[in-house]
């Protein structure tokens, strides 16, 4: 059974310092890895996919990469800013036996201070 | 602009009185999902749809139900709400199986 785990739970940062998020999966067969963003009390806002043959996707100020190997993702989130404030999932899709069966981690929750 | 659409926002129901949750899109997507997520957890995936095929996940209690009449519509029917059944009810889409998955901003079950 696939377990995602994301560690810290919680990060609390000063504005505009770069920060990584930290995604570890024991189970390296996947499809994709998937990170997203969640504000209190709404929908995950989807940010960057990874496919399993992939290192690394960018946006704008984001950077995820993947090293399935070793069954970790990173985002790196450059410049941080107090909008970036949110709590951050990943999610893994496995390659075979129900494509549909996303595992998510439990998330980080970043802190940007102003 | 394309999306996933979740009504109400948030509901609130009594012990027991059933409740029906909607989702539609309009990204003419192939699958449709519904996930329970309680507090500080991981989004818990409950059923899913490919196109009219449903799939349910082993764990999800038979209380719960869906229906998806037609592709952009999605419901999620919970017959006798408990306690333990407050929570945040996600609906995602996603084109294909294996592609990215889209979400709607939730719908917020409280039961009192």
Redo the contacts between chains.
Sequence with gaps: KQE?TQIPAALSVPEGENLVLNCSFTDSAI??L?W?RQDP??????LL?IQSSQREQTSGRLNASLDKSSGRSTLYIAASQPGDSATY?C?V?PNSGG?????????TKLQVIP | DAMVIQNPRYQVTQFGKPVTLSCSQTLNHNVMYWYQQKSSQAPKLLFHYYDKDFNNEADTPDNFQSRRPNTSFCFLDIRSPGLGDAAMYLCATSRESRNEQFFGPGTRLTVL
């Excluded at chain 1, 009390?41 to 989807?46: D, I, N, V």
């Design positions: 995602v499809y994709n998937q997203f009390g709404k929908g995950l806002t989807s996919l999932l999610a899709r494509y549909q069966k996303v595992t998510f981690g439990t998330g």
